[in-house]
């Protein structure tokens, strides 16, 4: 299963909102899973079951989406919210495949 | 809290051998599948391996079936890779990761990474 993230770079500033997009080759139900990665930094799950929210993480993030077609919205973009963002399917377990990473940089 | 704490890469030659070893603390190891995430440098992510709770199911890339060995020690609370026939691609950070469940899950967390350079 191919995943393909869009944009590849998104420019926002502080404050705004961010939407990231993931587009499955095929159908994942709702197998879906967002990582950020800062520079220097291990991945760290934020969205899991394409809407639920790892622990510890900020109401700003939130997933939605299913089948084919999954969103990352950050509602109000903090300093700390700008690194790489990757989405992640299990659907064809165990052949675990990533998207290419859309990069959210400062404006 | 939970930890992972990898060891073990460094420089090796084409063709060459290396064990990567993952120690785990911070909850029940034998309760939670884990696996190893690689990254090449400027890449992305690329699933490498994962093994079950209790280390009777392995599961490999295409791109290192063959080559590289998935094994845990739950009296020991660690994981390990042992990585052959090593080619330059695959020069990577390789991470450890616990997923949320015995035999798959998400990858809730992830060890800070270990760099393998395969050069001559």
């Known amino acids: 299963i191919v995943l393909t993230q869009s944009p590849a770079t998104l420019s926002l500033s502080p404050g705004e909102r961010a939407t990231l997009s993931c587009r499955a080759s095929q159908s994942l139900d709702n197998y879906l899973a967002w990582y950020q990665q800062k520079p220097g930094q291990a991945p760290r799950l934020l969205i899991y079951?394409?809407?639920n929210r790892a622990t510890g993480i900020p109401a700003r993030f939130s997933g939605s989406g299913s089948g084919t077609d999954f969103t990352l919205t950050i509602s109000s973009l903090e300093p700390e919210d700008f690194a790489v963002y990757y989405c992640?399917?299990?659907?064809?377990?165990?052949?675990?495949?990533f998207g290419q990473g859309t990069k959210l940089e400062i404006k | 809290e939970v930890q992972l704490l990898e060891s073990g890469g460094g420089l090796v030659q084409p063709g060459g051998s290396l064990r990567l070893s993952c120690a785990a603390s911070g909850f029940t190891f034998s309760n939670h599948a884990m696996g190893w995430v690689r990254q090449a440098p400027g890449k992305g992510l690329e699933w490498v391996s994962s093994?079950?709770?209790?280390?009777?199911?392995?599961y490999y890339a295409d791109s290192v079936k063959g080559r590289f060995i998935v094994s845990r020690d739950n009296s020991k609370h660690t994981q390990y890779l042992q990585m052959s026939s090593l080619r330059a691609e695959d020069t990577a950070i390789y991470y450890c990761?616990?997923?949320?469940?015995?035999?798959?899950?998400?990858?809730?967390?992830w060890g800070q990474g270990t760099p393998v350079t395969v050069s001559s």
């Open positions: 079951d394409a809407s």
């Open positions: 093994i079950s709770g209790e280390g009777d199911l392995t």
């Open positions: 990761t616990k997923a949320m469940t015995r035999i798959n899950g998400w990858w809730d967390y």
């Open positions: 992640h399917q299990r659907t064809n377990w165990p052949q675990y495949s």
